[in-house]
């Protein structure tokens, strides 16, 4: 079984930071990149942040110098900086496993249950 557990989201103002974190338990021997989905309010659920068992990365246009994804492979954790953050970034944030491949990353179906993140004005 996979297991993904997100914490760290909350309640801030824009400009603001966060730094969620995804902890990943079970057999995922399968996945070989990780992921944060954003999923705004009556919107569906986009992909935010990537990264690969290289340590490669790629962003959501609207995230680009703002948000940065790691992984910390000791712990089996991914975490999302998230920076400067904006009104239009409040979403819930789940955290995915999946994998990379020429530069694309294709999620499988391992999800945690969501982290809420708010921007106020």
């Known amino acids: 079984q996979v297991q993904l557990v997100e914490s760290g989201g909350g309640l801030v103002q824009a400009g603001g930071s966060l730094r969620p974190s995804c902890a990943a338990s079970g057999i995922i021997v399968v996945i070989n990149a990780m992921a944060w989905y954003g999923q705004p309010p009556g919107k569906q659920r986009e992909l935010v942040a990537a990264?690969?068992?290289?340590?490669?990365?790629n962003y959501a246009d609207s995230v680009k110098g703002r948000f940065t994804i790691s992984r910390d492979n000791a712990k089996n954790t991914v975490y999302l900086q998230m920076n400067s953050l904006k009104p239009e970034d409040t979403a819930v944030y789940y955290c995915?496993?999946?994998?990379?491949?020429?530069?694309?990353?294709?999620?499988?179906?391992?999800w945690g249950q969501g982290t809420q993140v708010t921007v106020s004005s």
């Open positions: 990264i690969a068992s290289s340590g490669s990365t």
């Open positions: 995915n496993g999946g994998s990379a491949f020429s530069g694309s990353y294709h999620p499988y179906d391992y």
